[in-house]
């Protein structure tokens, strides 16, 4: 079973048709969004049609759930105004949207639980860093019942394996499809493998590939340049930060 994830598209469609495109090519058997589809660029409706569409299963991320609080306003600050384009009926979408999915996988006798979340499993606004205390992330593993997390929100892709009474358990920030902050301006997403060969008891019995893809950066940042957003978002796109 090939399983892509991806998240943080952040209404940048030149950015989600290149995944899409990219993706056609890895023979996948399955696909989850972690989340922000919304947010920063100018195609909130085009990026959420788009998911639904195609019956992608989706969890929010915390810039969806801005449009819970956000009315319409003559009087727009510029930071809200990506909020604001969407239509009623994305919004509507966005805010039907689970805060987590759970997958179970059995092999023979052993049982591996997946859970998708875009922040953490405790917050869907906690920054999962790389760096995190060890001892922290264990116990929140180990409280969620997840053996493999996968997450989003930080836009910095990266592997953790964590120790846990004689197994290994997977953390993976899965990066940003349409903002990455980790000095590369290509999306990101990732494959994760799991057969009947996979187990806990084996560090790399689980398979996680990270997939940087290009896009026309150009034409989501003047994009950007051409509307009401700050012009910084242009310049984050471009250098990735």
Same mark, same amino acid.
């Given at each position: 079973m090939r399983i892509a994830l991806f998240s943080d598209i952040h209404a940048n469609l030149p950015a989600l048709d290149s995944f899409?495109?990219? %993706? $056609?090519? =890895?023979?996948?058997d399955a696909l989850y969004c972690l989340g922000d589809l919304v947010g920063y660029n100018t195609w909130p409706n085009e990026v959420v049609a788009e998911i =639904?569409?195609? $019956? #992608?299963?989706?969890?929010? $991320?915390?810039?969806? *759930?801005?449009?819970?609080? %956000?009315?319409?306003?003559?009087? @727009?600050? !510029?930071?809200?105004?990506?909020?604001?384009?969407?239509s009623d009926d994305a919004r509507e979408y966005l805010r039907s949207l689970p805060k987590t999915i759970r997958v179970h996988f059995s092999f023979g006798d052993e049982r591996i639980s997946l *859970?998708?979340?875009? $922040?953490?499993?405790?917050? #869907?606004?906690?920054? @999962? @860093?790389?760096?995190l205390d060890?001892?922290?992330?264990?116990?929140?593993? !180990? !409280?969620?019942?997840a053996d493999l997390l996968f997450c989003g929100h930080t836009h910095k892709p990266y592997h953790r394996l964590i120790a846990c009474g004689g197994k290994y358990k997977h953390v993976v920030n899965i990066g940003s499809v349409g903002k990455p902050k980790d000095g590369d301006p290509r999306g990101c997403y990732v494959i994760a493998t799991l057969n009947e060969e996979s187990t806990l008891a084996d560090k790399d019995a689980v398979?996680?590939?990270?997939? =940087?893809?290009d896009y026309d950066v150009e034409a989501a940042a003047r994009a950007i340049e051409a509307s009401p957003l700050p012009r910084e978002f242009a310049d984050r796109l471009r250098k990735a930060y």
């Amino acid at each position: 079973m090939r399983i892509a994830l991806f998240s943080d598209i952040h209404a940048n469609l030149p950015a989600l048709d290149s995944f899409f495109e990219d %993706l $056609g090519s =890895r023979n996948v058997d399955a696909l989850y969004c972690l989340g922000d589809l919304v947010g920063y660029n100018t195609w909130p409706n085009e990026v959420v049609a788009e998911i =639904r569409k195609r $019956g #992608i299963p989706s969890i929010a $991320g915390n810039h969806d *759930l801005k449009v819970k609080k %956000l009315k319409q306003d003559a009087h @727009l600050k !510029e930071v809200d105004y990506a909020y604001h384009i969407g239509s009623d009926d994305a919004r509507e979408y966005l805010r039907s949207l689970p805060k987590t999915i759970r997958v179970h996988f059995s092999f023979g006798d052993e049982r591996i639980s997946l *859970l998708l979340v875009h $922040g953490s499993s405790r917050s #869907i606004d906690e920054y @999962l @860093l790389q760096d995190l205390d060890e001892t922290y992330v264990r116990e929140m593993l !180990e !409280e969620a019942g997840a053996d493999l997390l996968f997450c989003g929100h930080t836009h910095k892709p990266y592997h953790r394996l964590i120790a846990c009474g004689g197994k290994y358990k997977h953390v993976v920030n899965i990066g940003s499809v349409g903002k990455p902050k980790d000095g590369d301006p290509r999306g990101c997403y990732v494959i994760a493998t799991l057969n009947e060969e996979s187990t806990l008891a084996d560090k790399d019995a689980v398979k996680i590939e990270f997939i =940087r893809f290009d896009y026309d950066v150009e034409a989501a940042a003047r994009a950007i340049e051409a509307s009401p957003l700050p012009r910084e978002f242009a310049d984050r796109l471009r250098k990735a930060y």
